[in-house]
């Protein structure tokens, strides 16, 4: 297979700050594979500097895995290209991610089938998708929600983590009484804060809070799960299956993401492996394009929660083939991802 690869500058709409940073420039690195009879699959990689990948190191593991993709001549052969060429997985996860799915579009435009049927998944099971809010000056965050609100997101995830988070969710709740709200701190707190400001943020009517403390201190998760009155979904400190294990009985659920895992291949494993331990699964996304976020949709009938916003963040898209209306994911009735370039 052919590898070609070109870097995409990603402008949002608004400057999207978390907890943990306030991010200025973005890029995706958007990825095809031409196998023998010229179909092409393409897949998109979403570095993030937090899991150790910026669009520069993309490109040198794209580079890395040249030879061994240019001789592989069988797409299907997922598992053993993904063993055989990927293994460096550490600091490479949205590169990896890219070439799984650029993959599965391959395959999926090879037998005529989108990909979310060769995975045997009803689109129509696939949960609402959340519309996520940045950290931001109050009136922005109104003009977001209301914008969200107009849109007929039927639920908002805020991001929190600051003094003004009290501010911010009674805001939320003025322009949107009805919406259904998650929250994510992106590690902001202590176990102990944490609990305190979950529950002083608990009477906006909240559905799960996302990584109230530090990534590694797993401790510190039982701790707030323990006793905080809404569940606790873990983000950063879920990044493959293998973590999954020792987050049992410390949180409530996971939340997955291809940038983050490596791919399909890994987020249907670590489903799986969510599952097979009870916990509940989210499937989310960083700020990606609808090439990206077309690639998680294939998967969002096996999740109870979505967080598929990212293309929705962007102030231009450069991919087209898959909506997100009122919440709604309406995913392409076309062969692979069924994503083309506007
Ligand atoms: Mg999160």
């Known amino acids: 297979m052919k590898l070609e690869y070109e870097v995409l500058p990603l402008r949002t709409k608004y400057r999207f700050t978390i907890a943990r940073a306030a991010h200025g420039e973005r890029y995706a690195v958007w990825v095809r594979l031409t196998d ?31 030879a061994a993709l240019e001789e592989a001549r069988d797409p299907l052969a997922v598992q053993e290209i993904e063993a055989a060429c990927l293994d460096d997985l550490a600091g490479a996860a949205s ?46 965050v109104r003009r977001k929600v209301r914008e969200a609100v107009a849109d007929e997101f039927p639920i908002l995830k805020l991001k929190v983590g600051t ?37 002083a943020l608990e009477s906006f009517g909240l559905e799960f809070v996302e990584q109230p403390v530090a990534a590694h201190d797993i401790d510190g998760l039982r701790f707030v799960r323990e006793r905080a009155p809404i569940p606790v979904i873990a983000d950063e400190s879920c990044v493959r299956a293998t973590d999954i294990p020792r987050l049992v009985g410390a949180v409530d659920g996971i939340n997955i993401k291809l940038a983050k895992c490596g791919g399909i291949a890994e987020a249907l494993r670590m489903i799986h492996t969510a599952r097979a331990h009870g916990l509940s699964v989210m499937l989310g996304c960083m700020v990606e394009t609808s090439l990206g976020i077309a690639a998680a949709a294939q998967l969002a009938p096996l999740v109870d929660f979505a967080d598929l916003d990212g293309a929705a963040l ?23 991802l069924g994503v083309i370039r506007r």
């Open 36 to 66: 023998e009879d010229g179909l092409d699959g393409w897949g998109e990689a979403d570095p993030s500097p937090y899991y150790g990948e910026t669009a520069d190191s993309v490109c040198a593991a794209l580079e890395r895995y040249r």
């Open 95 to 140: 590169a990896r991610a890219a070439i799984v799915s650029a993959l599965h579009d391959l395959i999926g435009k090879r037998l005529g089938v989108p990909v979310h049927r060769l995975l045997g998944l009803d689109p129509s099971r696939a949960p609402w998708t959340s519309f996520t809010v940045g950290i931001d000056e109050p009136d922005i």
């Open 163 to 199: 003094d003004a988070d009290e501010e911010v969710l009674s805001i939320v709740r003025e322009e949107a009484p009805d919406v259904r709200l998650r929250v994510d701190a992106n590690t902001a707190w202590q176990p102990k804060q944490a609990v305190a400001r979950i529950r």
């Open 314 to 336: 962007l102030a231009e898209d450069p991919f087209t083939g898959i909506g997100i209306a009122r919440g709604r994911i309406h995913l392409s009735g076309e062969p692979g």
